[in-house]
């Protein structure tokens, strides 16, 4: 990883979206900076696309797409995409409904099993809420398992099954092989026409986690804030740059330097 001050202004001004992970990228210790939230705002005052791409629920992503200055956001590690359209709020789900309802039984069933076998792990405390995954807790409300505790975790929903991964607060696990990546794909296609794959180096991905493995690895302008040095032997490949500052204020820290670039053009 370089330090994000070496990220060419050449490259940042080609930069016409952010993709960004939420939890410990745009928060610091479950909050929303100052900085990072008057970050946001720049961004889309700049006329640049701003798509948060996060594990939590769907009522999450229903309630911030409503207030923060983003053009939509992707949840549950790529389910859905929640959006504003003339002010009214729309979903679009990977999978249908009755698809879904059937995945939340078998999700019932394994989250129980669970928290029996794994002492100290919690069902995340937004989980009724969650419309296509199991979020177990393992660092938000609950004291920080055991990295073993949290193998055994990824192990049952692989298991079961799922595809499953860790964030750094939760083990998310669900039924299909969507991603990030893939949701993020879709969306920004059907909403803003853009082509991922064929303009990747128009867009920047920041995040923290794990369960941003596929984006670190997809977009050649990939940032983790400083705290992914904290994950770094879970990832298959490294994020591109790193910001001096953790969480929100690395955010905001990435979103002076996208800024300043742009500003010269």
């Given amino acids: 990883m370089q330090p994000l001050r070496n990220l060419p202004a050449t490259a940042l001004r080609r930069v016409r979206g952010i993709l960004t992970d939420i939890d410990g990228t745009l928060t610091t210790g479950g909050r929303l900076p100052a900085r990072a939230g008057l970050a946001l705002e720049q961004l889309r005052l700049s006329g640049l696309h701003v798509i948060p791409v996060t594990g939590r629920c769907i009522a999450w992503a229903e309630i911030l797409v409503r207030l923060w200055p983003v053009d ?6 790529g389910a859905f995409y929640s959006h504003l ?3 009214r709020l729309l979903t679009r789900f990977l999978d ?6 059937r995945n939340l039984e078998r999700i019932r069933a394994l989250g129980e099993r669970i928290l029996r076998e794994v002492p100290g ?11 296509a995954d199991l979020a177990i807790d393992h660092a938000e409300d609950v004291a920080p398992l055991p990295a073993d505790a949290v193998a055994h975790i990824l192990r049952l929903m692989q298991d079961a099954g799922m595809t499953a991964t860790v964030s750094s607060i939760h083990v998310n696990g669900w039924f299909g092989r ?6 993020s794909r879709l969306c920004a296609a059907e909403l803003l026409g ?19 493995a596929s984006m670190f690895a997809h977009f050649p302008l990939s940032v983790g ?3 992914v040095r904290e994950i770094l032997p879970q990832l298959p490949v490294a994020p591109a740059y790193v910001t001096d500052a953790s969480g929100g204020e690395g955010f905001a820290e990435m979103a002076a330097q996208l800024l300043a670039a742009h500003s010269r053009q």
């Fill in 121 to 131: 792990s919690a069902l995340a405390s937004d989980q009724a809420w969650h419309a």
């Fill in 194 to 212: 853009e082509d991922l794959d064929a303009r990747r180096d128009e867009w920047l991905f920041i995040g923290d986690s794990a369960n941003d």
């Fill in 178 to 183: 969507h991603d990030k990546l893939s949701m």
């Fill in 225 to 227: 804030v400083a705290n």
């Fill in 72 to 77: 939509a956001i992707i949840g549950e590690n």
């Fill in 96 to 101: 249908n409904a009755p698809a879904r309802a």
């Fill in 85 to 87: 359209r003339d002010g």
